[in-house]
Nanobody, 118 residues
Framework: QVQLVESGGGLVQAGGSLRLSCAASGRTFSRYSMGWFRQAPGKQRELAAFISSGISTYYPDSVKGRFTISRDNAKNALYLQMNSLKPEDTAVYYC????????????WGQGTQVTVSS
C-alpha cells in the first residue's frame, strides 16, 4: 500500500512558478513509477509528467520545457516544478503511483488546486 499526499498548490499569475510536492508512505517508494496528472473543470484527467523508478521522464508537449518532475527516494517524495505557468494550466493536480511492471496507476493522492490567473 502507498498513501500519497500532495501539497504546494495555490493561486499564481501567468508567467509565475509553483512547486508541487507529493509525500508518499511506505518503504518501497523507489520501486514505483510516478506520475503527475491534472484535471481541469469539464475536461478529462490528463498526464502532466511521468518519472519511472529508474528516473526516466516523459512530458506531453503542452508542458514540455516548462515543467520538471523529480523524485527523492530517500525522502519518499515526488516533485513537480512548474514554470512559465499559463491560465490553461489551471487544474487539480494529482500524484499517482504504479508498480513498474504495470500500466495502471493503483494509488492516487487527494489532489491540490493550481489556479493561474491571466
Amino acid at each position: 500500500q502507498v498513501q500519497l499526499v500532495e501539497s504546494g498548490g495555490g493561486l499564481v499569475q501567468a508567467g509565475g512558478s509553483l512547486r508541487l510536492s507529493c509525500a508518499a508512505s511506505g518503504r518501497t517508494f523507489s520501486r514505483y513509477s510516478m506520475g503527475w496528472f491534472r484535471q481541469a473543470p469539464g475536461k478529462q484527467r490528463e498526464l502532466a509528467a511521468f518519472i519511472s523508478s529508474g528516473i526516466s521522464t516523459y512530458y506531453p508537449d503542452s508542458v514540455k520545457g516548462r515543467f520538471t518532475i523529480s523524485r527523492d527516494n530517500a525522502k519518499n517524495a515526488l516533485y513537480l516544478q512548474m514554470n512559465s505557468l499559463k491560465p490553461e494550466d489551471t487544474a487539480v493536480y494529482y500524484c499517482a503511483a504504479r508498480e513498474a511492471t504495470k500500466t495502471v496507476y493503483d494509488y492516487w493522492g487527494q489532489g491540490t488546486q493550481v489556479t493561474v490567473s491571466s
